[in-house]
């Protein structure tokens, strides 16, 4: 079965550097989504991509925050300056279709960070 | 805004005994709803949904829930637990209006003794 692949699975950073985080979303799908998870709080979502440009985004996602789909496979997570408070679980997913019936389907996630 | 509640925090039952873990929700208008898996240190996986029609959807696993609109609940369930059913268990909400983003609950911790 087609999966949402991401990496690394660890990153360690210093604050104020910059991080991409990279995920393969499954292949034949058209959107695509970041979603994160402090340590023992809810996951929340970060943004959501379609048609080379961002469709949703919420309050978390500021000006620190950018996503790519540099090549025809990867979605990319940049964080410019990263903070500590920007430690948590990030995760990627994927739609086939815009209709809201359809499921996201999740990578393993990208555990970030800051030191 | 859409939200989720999922008041317990660990559920704990007995290996073959029946499973429920607990989700209400909030939205405006008509909800889709979602219920995922978390197994330690991956993702989260899809276990079943709810669009509409059948008030009760079966899914992956043995799971189904029951959606009960006078109650804005779709609590989940598995008749008989298993000990690899132990997990994090995430219900999520969309509208129904264009809004692609997911709002999850914080997960309920599900321990099924051997």
């Known amino acids: 079965e087609p999966e949402v692949t991401q990496t690394p699975s660890h990153q360690v950073t210093q604050m104020g550097q910059e991080v991409i985080l990279r995920c393969v979303p499954i292949?034949?799908?058209?959107?695509f989504y970041w979603y994160r998870q402090i340590l023992g709080q809810k996951v929340e979502f970060l943004v959501s991509f379609y048609n080379n440009e961002i469709s949703e985004k919420s309050e978390i996602f500021d000006d620190q925050f950018s996503v790519e789909r540099p090549d025809g496979s990867n979605f990319t997570l940049k964080i410019r300056s990263t903070k500590l408070e920007d430690s948590a679980m990030y995760f990627c997913?994927?739609?086939?279709?815009?209709?809201?019936?359809?499921?996201?389907?999740f990578g393993d996630g990208t555990r970030l960070s800051i030191l | 805004a859409q939200s989720v509640a999922q008041p317990e925090d660990q559920v704990n039952v007995a290996e073959g005994n029946p499973l429920t873990v607990k989700c209400t929700y909030s939205v405006s208008g008509n909800p889709y709803l979602f219920w995922y898996v978390q197994y330690p240190n991956r993702g989260l996986q899809f276990l079943l949904k709810?669009?509409?029609?059948?008030?009760l959807v079966k899914g992956s696993y043995g799971f189904e829930a029951e959606f009960n609109k006078s109650q804005t609940s779709f609590h989940l369930k598995k008749p008989s637990a298993l000990v690899s059913d132990s997990a994090l268990y995430f219900c999520a909400v969309r509208d129904e209006n264009g809004n692609n983003r997911l709002a999850f609950g914080k997960g309920n911790q599900v321990v099924v003794i051997p």
């Open positions: 709810y669009i509409t029609g059948d008030n």
């Open positions: 997913a994927s739609s086939g279709e815009r209709s809201n019936n359809q499921p996201q389907h």
């Open positions: 292949s034949n799908h058209l959107y």
